[in-house]
């Protein structure tokens, strides 16, 4: 079993619908939660980074952490074309440890 | 300010030869990181270095790769030999706090 489950879609959805992302994870010690956006032919870059449980909102991005149910999700609101990309959860135990990443989400705004 | 700089951007090899990397990161960044990415895959840590020195290298297959950052700025990640396995990107990134900061990556196909 991986330590990161994450649904590699293609998700297709029309523009302006909200987007959900999800990830799932088996490790407890997990402490910091990422997600990257990755469009193609290029590196990942951050998107979110929370620390433990709750909400996180940056502007149409919101990251939600659930620990007890060891599940995170990513919401994308008046989803756009340009949000159009792969989209990789990761999540790792404490500030210098290693980064653990899924296997990323592609995601796919229709105009 | 520019961004961590990867050269080549893609590689094509037949199997048994060698090939190298090279990762310029973004200046002041103190630490390094190799990647590899595989298709319909997230990222997976090689090697981080902490200016000069390796102070992850657990996941680095020893025997064909290695990696070298003179000088605590430049690095280099070579294999030799290749193996047909070894086609994926290879993502270098950089940080001087928790953010890490990823270049484009070379796309390598061994043949």
């Known amino acids: 079993q991986k330590e990161v489950e994450q649904d590699p879609g293609p998700l297709s959805v029309p523009e302006g619908a909200i987007v959900s992302l999800n990830c799932t994870y088996s490790?407890?010690?997990?402490?910091?939660f990422m997600w990257y956006r990755q469009y193609s032919r290029k590196g990942p870059e951050l998107l979110m980074y929370?620390?433990?449980?709750g909400n996180k909102e940056d502007g149409r991005f919101t990251a939600q952490v659930d620990k007890s149910s060891k599940y995170i999700s990513l919401f994308i609101r008046d989803s756009q074309p340009s949000d159009s990309a792969t989209y990789l959860c990761a999540m790792k135990n404490s500030s210098a440890s290693k980064i653990i990443f899924g296997s990323g989400t592609r995601l796919s705004i229709r105009p | 300010e520019a961004g961590v700089v990867q050269s080549p951007r893609y590689k094509i090899i037949e199997k048994k030869q060698p090939v190298a990397f090279w990762c310029n990161p973004i200046s002041g960044h103190n630490t390094l990181y190799w990647y590899r990415q595989n298709l319909g895959q997230g990222p997976e840590l090689l090697i981080r270095y902490e200016n000069e020195e390796a102070v992850d290298d657990s996941q680095l297959p020893k025997d064909r790769f290695s990696a070298e950052r003179l000088k605590g700025v430049d690095s280099t990640l070579k294999i030799q030999p290749a193996e047909l396995g070894d086609s994926a990107v290879y993502l270098c990134?950089?940080?001087?706090?928790?953010?890490?900061?990823f270049g484009p990556g070379t796309r390598l196909t061994v043949l």
């Open positions: 929370t620390y433990s449980s």
């Open positions: 990134a950089s940080s001087y706090g928790d953010e890490q900061f």
């Open positions: 490790n407890s010690a997990f402490q910091y």
